[in-house]
């Protein structure tokens, strides 16, 4: 991997960020959809990707979607039309209503919330697990004490504070959506997510940690909420001989032959979750003595399923760092780096890391939503953890923080390369 100048190669093989990992059986499922003609929405794939999720997740009713989105839209609405009764065909669940969402996450947690008329209220992450931040989330009910639905995700595979959150949820009577796209099989005190919240959803998505090269599932212990989303999936069908309709509906099943796929990969997922824990063991071990740290889990409550091994730089070994909305710039300085400098040195060589998830509040697209810290209101302070005394704590983990490649087929080599690549920067 060295020149004879002592210079690391390139990899001849892209290291991935989080690619898929196939294992055979999902061959064996796609072709039985194939020769017994199950090419649609309907089969045994479905039946049993449901009953093998629902089982591991410990949930009544596993609802298979065509993404994670699917599910999360679908658990909008009906969160909607629990709180504040049907709505008019055409006008969202949510319409004009407030929701506490997470802010630190991808932007599918959030967009259902939109698509059903809602008006995401963004709460600040916390630094124990990179998740919503509890106390933000009391200031949040202080300042919209009318809000009724909470959305949250756990980030990169780390469960939040579910506990905290519970109880705040449950004080001033809010539903909480879960969204655990990013965190299938990992466990809080003992329970997976995916439990916590009434309508709750999981993603197989080509990067995650088992996939279906697409999909999701709908998560709930509510047989009535679970039919719904089967019957919403399937464009609102009555139970006519011809196509009646009394709802709006989506085509958002999942295929026989996705499915297939996801049944293949549901044996395996506690040996990713094996593999990806011990890339991050690795990358702790390895970055000790450096001036970072680890994205932070909390040990004694929860079980993260490693999804993604993330850095964060220490504030005094950050080199001068600056981003617009579509590009970075940096300048090097000797002992100190910057998630910029890292990911350029680590593509160079053909590995592929990522920024941290732009926290929402910081998006164009949600500039003129709410954003709550745990001072209150987090608009116009945002320049705060420059100032020293941050209190924009997603604004820092996404400046100071990136995701480093955590590919489940990355050699324990390829690792130690990256891992040298790494301190090369803050040499
Ligand atoms: C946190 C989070 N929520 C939701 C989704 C959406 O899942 P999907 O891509 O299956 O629609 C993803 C990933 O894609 C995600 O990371």
Redesign the pocket.
Known sequence: MFTNEGIFEPFKEKVWLSSPTMHGEEMIYMQEAYETNWMSTVGKNINEAERMTAEKIGCRYAVAL???????HLAARLAGEAIYGPAETGKGALQGKQVFC?DM?????VNPVVYEGGVPVFIDTERDTWNMDPIALEKAFEIYPDVKLIVI???YGTPGKIDEIRVIAKKHGALIIE?A??SFGASYKGVQTGNFGSFN?I???G??IITGS???MFLTDSLEAANKVRKWSTQSRENAAWYQHEELGYNYRMSNVIAGVVRGQLPYLEEHISQKKAIYERYRKGLKGLAVSMNPYDAENSEPNFWLSCLLINEDAMCRQVRGEQEALYISEKGKSCPTEILEVLAKHNAEGRPI?KPMHMQPIYRMNGFITRDGNGRGRTNAYIEGGCTDVGMDIFHRGLCLPSDNKMTAEQQDIIIELIKECFA
Not at 105 to 109: N, V
């Open positions: 065509s993404c994670g989105t699917a599910a999360l997470s996450t991808f932007d599918a947690t995700a756990h980030l969204d796209a990013e959803c993603s197989f998505n990067n995650k697409s999909g999701g998830w």
